[in-house]
């Protein structure tokens, strides 16, 4: 009996908090990372409190061209949960003789840190670098962001309307329609201008082998079109201009998609949008 209450004391004197993040892709972490590196943990050494600790990465290689090539990069990292008490199911640590592929970028402080966990880096002893790994840090390189077109992916400004799209509704305009809900998607440039209006199934993305992003959007037309969603694509193409979406890090604007949902509600007689 006193095991069973020892071990209690022991679980709840932990902060448990659960975790919910998403990777970026490869190649976007790459551009926006300061160095990326294969390397070797020389040393580990916790603070005297030991809440954090500082782990020294011999460089065994570089990835990133065209930036200093140290030989040894340091890192201030967050303890163990034994050490801080606090857990999370995001919990992932450093220890020494370990070898990792390491994306380092700076914080809001300017301090130069990584992520074991929703990111690319990682540890390589049990799952080296594959040839695709290799062919993807290679290429990634010669990548321009302006190059692509972006939809979900993470680091980008939220996008919007730049006028109230209930202004440009007529009440007159509205038919007995059918259907009265449609899903639409918005081909928008850097600029901010509307490029097209497709809907979900006619949408094709030609994109990159080597980074899988999209490259080119293609309009097929092989889905035809319900008369609300005719009406829906002649009154969105009245807005010509949308906000701009730009790369948070280094503000390049791009092209995207943005994602739209439309609806009439017949007994209100009002129209409803949603990014």
Known sequence: ??????????????????????????????????YVFKGFVGSKKYAKDSLTYEVTFKILEHF???????????FKLKSE???TGTW???DWSVHKDQTWLVFAKKDDSGNLTFSGICSNSRLLDKRPLSDWDKETLKKANQFKLENYI?????????T?????????????NVKDYKKS????KLLIDSEGNLIDIIHPNNLKQIKDKTNGLTREVENTNKTALSEFEKDAIRLLSEIKKWRIKKHIKTNTPVSYIQHISIEFDKKSHSWHFEF
């Open 1 to 34: 009996m006193r095991a069973i209450n020892f071990y209690a004391i022991i679980l709840f004197s932990f902060k448990i908090y659960a975790c919910t993040c998403f990777t970026s892709n490869t190649t976007l972490e790459f551009y926006e990372s300061e």
């Open 64 to 74: 990133k061209e065209n930036v200093s090539n140290p030989k040894k990069i340091s």
């Open 81 to 83: 949960s034994v050490y």
């Open 88 to 90: 999370t199911s995001c």
């Open 150 to 158: 972006y939809s979900n992916e993470l680091n980008f400004s939220f």
């Open 160 to 172: 919007e309307t730049i006028i109230n799209l209930d202004s440009i509704i007529k009440v007159e």
């Open 181 to 184: 809900f449609a899903w639409l």
